[in-house]
Nanobody, 114 residues
Framework: QVQLVESGGGLVQAGGSLRLSCAASRSIFSINAMGWYRQAPGKQRELVAISRLSSTNYADSVKGRFTISRDNAKNTVYLQMNSLKPEDTAVYYC?????????WGQGTQVTVSS
């Protein structure tokens, strides 16, 4: 079992930055994949960024603006979001995939005003 708690969302103007945090209830050192997804109103949940043990991938829409990172000592995954755009507005969810099981946080709202 892995419990995930996100924080760091909020309201920011276009062009601004936010850093989301995802604190896990256990060591993330060996977790196969940890990532961030988002869901905007009326849209499906989509992958934003994923950190696997040997690779990192980003959605095309956030490449060059967002950075995912892990701090194994703090059991925390971060999403640094720069140059935010109104279309980045969504609820952001942390996800962990471990031995075939999917775990989700409760989500944190990010709102970018124009």
């Amino acid at each position: 079992q892995v419990q995930l708690v996100e924080s760091g969302g909020g309201l920011v103007q276009a062009g601004g930055s936010l850093r989301l945090s995802c604190a896990a209830s256990r060591s993330i050192f060996s977790i196969n994949a940890m990532g961030w997804y988002r869901q905007a109103p009326g849209k499906q949940r989509e992958l934003v960024a994923i950190s696997r043990l040997s690779s990192t991938n980003y959605a095309d829409s956030v490449k060059g603006r967002f950075t995912i990172s892990r701090d194994n000592a703090k059991n925390t995954v971060y999403l640094q979001m720069n140059s935010l755009k109104p279309e980045d507005t969504a609820v952001y969810y942390c996800n962990a995939v471990h031995f075939g099981n999917n775990y989700w946080g409760q989500g944190t709202q990010v709102t970018v005003s124009s």
